[in-house]
């Protein structure tokens, strides 16, 4: 693997997006990891790929965009957990008929749907 110069790739960047977007991206940096026009942090490495495709036309939106096609799979597998958890478990209760379980199930139910219990 070889070593990227930071002001290389981000330059090399800069020009494909400009070209592709008609607009100068805006790059933060913090301590290793770049965000582009306030999207999802990446390393340097996953600019320079970006450079790449961008430049060779494979990638003509902008890469904000390229987020917001990973989050449906996220929404996704959310909604294939929440049936299961949302589920209550049958708590033992004590002689009174309270259980705390249950009240803490249903008091987390009225505050934050679809939330579970704690483990």
Do not use: C
Not at 100 to 116: I, M, R
């Amino acid at each position: 693997m070889s070593k990227l110069d930071k002001d290389q790739v981000i330059a090399k960047f800069t020009e494909a997006y400009t070209a592709a977007n008609g607009k100068a991206p805006e790059i933060e940096a913090k301590g290793g990891w770049y965000s582009v026009d306030g999207g999802k942090n990446m390393r340097l490495a996953q600019l320079d790929e970006m450079a790449d495709e961008l430049a060779g036309g494979k990638a003509e939106e902008a890469p904000k965009a390229a987020p917001k096609k990973a989050e449906p799979k996220k929404e996704a597998k959310k909604a294939e957990k929440a049936p299961k958890a949302a589920a209550p478990k049958k708590a033992k209760a004590d002689k009174s008929g309270f259980s705390v379980k249950a009240f803490w199930n249903e008091k987390l139910d009225k505050e934050h749907p679809g939330s579970t219990l704690p483990r």
